[in-house]
């Protein structure tokens, strides 16, 4: 199955049109024609090899939105014509017990991402897997997720990404009514978090360095916003928060926001994929708070973020861009200059 979309070819190349072939549908797949990809910051991470381990031509996106066009004689969940959505999984095991309880993103035996992963289903020329900057996708029906269509579709994509990173450690650690939550920094990430935080009944402080982002915080759903670099302002907030929920993309010193938690409290980080700079001990030990992690989500999980968004009618803040335009977006999402995901138009695709 040919198919067009942009790919870049080794780490300095900007990202261009590229055509390439899709495996024939199985039994078992779906066949979606994109309309909507949104950029993630993985992406351009990945497209650069800044991470290593980048395989060439590499196309990139994992968050996807598209109709059906065809299923195989097993799909029994789809049907041509279906909103869908395509996360940052395409495959796994499906037999260790991550995979058994519906946590894919935790698979034991190493599970398959949207892109540069390794086709272990293969029925192409290429090796490894190619993402959404494209027209079109075949996924196992497992992998693929249904968008409540009274959502905007284009502001809908970025949910398949940022939304469910931020959703699984809210969900997984019982955020609610009654508690104070503290989501820090205000980017894709944490402008989600902001706004399922309130929809689910919580307290919800910004805690930014930019006292500029308060009032976007505010209108996002944010009750206060704490400037972390006021010293004095920390002061007053320390031991006051059940959760926080760290989305910072790069290492950093965690140890201020520690000293927030109540006894008992929990931070988990969701954006830093590097080293943090300085831990301490002593916030930890003196008031038994925990520091810890969380990867996107598994598809129940993520179906049920999608149904959630869906009844609290929640998208992301989007711009759309032709996708000509795609490697200025890149430039401009390496600099924080985006509020706060940037979604591509795949129909765009018929001009370049």
């Known amino acids: 199955m040919k198919a067009y979309g942009y790919a870049n070819h080794s780490p300095t190349d900007k990202l261009a049109p590229f055509t390439f072939e899709r495996r024939e549908p199985r039994s078992e797949d779906v066949a979606i024609d994109i309309m909507y990809c949104g950029i993630c910051h993985s992406d351009i991470h990945s497209a650069r090899n800044e991470w290593g381990g980048t395989h060439y031509p590499f196309v990139p996106g994992h968050e996807i939105v598209g109709r059906v066009t065809a299923v195989g004689d097993k799909v029994t969940k789809f049907k041509p014509g279906d909103l869908v959505g395509v996360g940052c999984l395409v495959d796994s095991c ?48 497992r992998f693929v997720l249904c968008i409540p269509e009274n959502l905007d ?10 939304g469910i990173t931020t959703y699984s450690p809210l969900r997984h650690w019982k955020v609610g009514p009654g508690q104070k939550v503290g989501i820090v920094g205000l980017g894709g990430l ?8 309130h929809a689910m009944g919580a307290h919800v402080v910004m805690i930014t360095t930019s006292p500029e982002k308060g009032h976007d915080a505010k209108k996002l759903g944010a009750d206060e916003v704490l400037i972390s670099r006021d010293a004095e302002a920390m002061v007053v907030a320390a031991n006051s928060f059940d959760f926080l929920l760290n989305t910072i993309p790069v290492g950093h010193d965690v140890n201020p926001y520690m000293d927030l938690l109540k006894r008992d409290g929990t931070m988990v980080i ?18 038994r708070r925990t520091l810890a992690g969380s990867l996107i989500g598994g598809l129940p999980e993520t179906q049920e973020m999608l149904d959630f968004c869906g009844e609290h009618n929640i998208t992301c803040d989007i711009e759309m861009i032709d996708i000509k335009d795609v490697n200025i977006a890149y430039d401009r999402t390496v600099k924080g200059d985006v509020k706060y995901r940037f979604v591509i138009d795949m129909a765009t695709l018929m001009n370049t």
């Open 270 to 287: 969701v954006g830093a994929v590097e080293a943090l700079t300085k831990v301490s001990g002593v916030p930890f030990i003196f008031k």
């Open 190 to 197: 944490g402008h989600m978090g902001v706004k399922l935080a």
């Open 94 to 141: 499906r037999h260790c017990q991550s995979c058994k309880e519906g946590l894919e993103q935790y698979c034991e035996n190493g599970w398959t991402a949207t892109y540069n992963s390794e086709d272990k289903i293969g029925g192409t020329p290429h090796t490894h897997t190619f993402g959404g900057y494209s027209d079109k996708i075949m996924v196992s029906e």
């Open 153 to 162: 579709p284009a502001a809908t994509a970025p949910l398949l990404c940022a």
